[in-house]
């Protein structure tokens, strides 16, 4: 595989440190989405919130409790949370 330019990198770098803001805003979306789709696009669209979920830290009870009830309602309370920095993110066990 080639190198990547420096230009490159610095863009992929932002991306990446700022990928949690736009996770929240893609959260944000798919409750939106999750109110207006049904059928098959509704199954994809929570695959797609409960990955987004993850990334974000979300608690792994709390994205299983949130699958569990299909509550596009609950989701919207996690994305207020997120934006009010109030929600308690899950944090990697130690070594």
Not at 10 to 23: A, L, S, T
Not at 40 to 51: C, G, H, I, P, V
Request: net charge positive; proline share 4%.
């Amino acid at each position: 595989m080639a190198e990547h330019s420096d230009y490159q990198k610095k863009v992929i770098r932002r991306f990446y440190e700022n990928r949690e803001h736009g996770d929240e805003q893609r959260l944000a979306e798919l409750v939106t989405n999750l109110y207006l789709s049904d059928g098959k696009k509704l199954e994809k669209l929570w695959t797609q919130a409960r990955d987004t979920m993850l990334r974000l830290k979300v608690p792994q009870k709390r994205v299983d409790h949130l699958l569990a009830t299909k509550d596009p309602a609950l989701i919207a309370e996690v994305v207020k949370e997120l934006e009010a920095g109030t929600l308690r993110r899950e944090t990697p066990p130690k070594k």
